[in-house]
């Protein structure tokens, strides 16, 4: 089998715990590679997928990678790692139990980082014993109110008996041949490394998806942010030795003279390491998913992904006014926000096409706990100015002096009433017209001159201060 001449794809596997993902990757793999079919000693312990799992099988010209990360919510953050590489979802079911709330957060991942392409399995067919027209209708209804729409394609299996596998396999092929992917093969080779181990007699091994550029034996690579380098003395797809890769191939590379302990999952290989720059400020442009409740508040704690690394950090949303950036907070009814990330440590981005994923992990697993997604659109060495509205509260003194209406309450002097002049008010009040007295009085105008201000009135100064970005 010449497998450089397969087209790649990439299929990522979501489901609810116990939902039967992995024993459907099971059924459909041809190729068993890092972590696959639960090979963690924990998962087979525990009976749970923890880690990325990677197999493989042919269809037709493509060589289909499934992608099987965990659906257990304690683990979400390893199955958000796997969407940067993915090309299509492939999102599994238990039919008797219907969508469940990782069901919604997996959706949610999917859909915010761009991936249009979505496939529905329902499994455990050999347990179901309703009428399963009726259940792909109900499922049909289900996903007619997110975006994949109502013509999502659906097969029901049963992964215990293999029942349902060839029409599933020709769903995939279908939706496969409709995939417009893209592949950069030009460029900078960069490859987000998500296993790494030793091999007696052969040496350092890791294992990652080609995101951009072509791969050759005897190049030098660089890993990062640790800044090790080596060179590629073997290349692998799926266990078989090739001369050279591109974007899109799964590959196994064997670098020789890396320090292998200093290697984590989120580090990069890359053969250009001015395509990134470590940094804990970045600035974002959010897209908010409608389905997460919570409000969004200036300084809220949230867990990044950025490609397979997930990170904590404090989120600023703002709205520019005159330049300038005003804090605020957001609800899910605002869609689309620009805001600030500062991070607790220094953190490896590519410079170009860089998105994250943002959760709330520290929310109940029973809610919805992904917000959306983040474009990178510029890294700083230092915050940023921001600004915010200090509300000043007078109250009316005298509403009928002959000067005019007399405000107390805003200044404490004359010089610090002098600075106020000029100021606008909230209405009813225009602005601040003169100073009055020795004690920091103030005259104020009136939106509506006609109707008289009463004694004790409240009069709001908003004024905009600046102050820089602290980690809280």
Do not use: W
Not at 419 to 440: A, S, W
Request: aromatic fraction near 6%; charged fraction near 25%.
């Amino acid at each position: 089998m010449d497998i450089e001449k397969k087209i790649p794809i990439h299929i990522g596997l979501f489901g609810h715990i116990d939902s039967g993902k992995t024993a459907i990757a099971e059924v459909l793999s041809q190729i068993i590679s890092t972590a696959g079919i639960d090979a963690h000693p924990q998962s087979k312990e525990r009976g749970i997928t923890i880690d990325l799992g990677f197999t493989s099988f042919l269809l037709d010209k493509y060589l289909v990678t499934l992608v099987d990360g965990p659906g257990h919510a304690d683990l979400i953050k390893i199955s958000a790692s796997s969407v940067e590489i993915i090309d299509c979802g492939l999102i599994v079911i238990d039919i008797n139990k219907g969508p469940q709330v990782q069901t919604g957060e997996h959706l949610v991942m999917v859909e915010s980082l761009k991936i249009d392409n979505l496939i529905v399995v329902l499994n455990k067919i050999d347990l179901f014993t309703g009428n399963i027209e009726e259940k792909i209708k109900i499922t049909r209804e289900f996903f007619g109110s997110t975006p994949f729409g109502y013509g999502v394609p659906i097969f029901a299996v049963s992964a215990k008996n293999k029942i349902g596998f060839e029409e599933l396999k020709e769903g995939i092929l279908k939706t496969i041949e409709s995939l417009k992917v893209e592949r950069n093969i030009k460029g900078d080779v960069i490859i987000p490394v998500d296993h790494h181990f030793p091999i007696k007699g052969i040496g350092a091994i890791l294992t990652g998806t080609i995101l951009n550029g072509s791969l050759n034996i005897n190049q030098n690579l660089e890993i990062l942010p640790i800044k090790t380098s080596g060179r590629v003395k073997n290349i692998q797809i799926f266990h078989q030795n090739v001369e050279s890769a591109k974007a899109g191939d799964r590959v196994g590379i064997n670098i020789k003279g890396i320090d292998l302990k200093k290697v984590f999952r989120g580090c990069y290989a890359t053969s250009n390491p001015n395509a990134f720059e470590n940094s804990n400020i970045i600035e974002v442009k959010v897209n908010n998913n409608t389905l997460f409740k919570p409000k969004t508040s200036f300084g809220t704690q949230m867990h990044i992904t950025i490609g397979m690394f997930t990170t904590t950090g404090n989120i600023y949303p703002y709205y520019e006014l005159d330049g300038k950036r005003i804090q605020t907070t957001v609800s899910n009814k605002d869609r689309g926000f620009k805001a600030i990330i500062l991070f607790k440590e220094k953190v490896l981005f590519r410079k170009k096409n860089m998105f994250m994923l943002l959760s709330r992990l520290d929310l109940p697993p029973t809610t919805l706990r992904i917000l959306g997604s983040a474009e990178l659109l510029k890294i700083y060495n230092k915050p940023p100015i921001f600004y915010k509205y200090k509300t000043k509260k007078g109250s009316i003194k005298n509403p009928d002096h002959p000067e005019g209406i007399i405000c107390t309450g805003l200044a404490q002097s004359v010089a610090g009433a002098k600075k106020l002049i000029g100021k606008i008010l909230e209405p009813p009040f225009t602005k601040i017209l003169n100073t009055f007295g020795t004690k920091g009085a103030v005259i104020v105008g009136s939106k509506d001159p006609k109707k008289l201000a009463q004694r004790g009135d409240p009069v709001l100064l908003k004024e905009l201060r600046n102050f820089h970005l602290k980690n809280i």
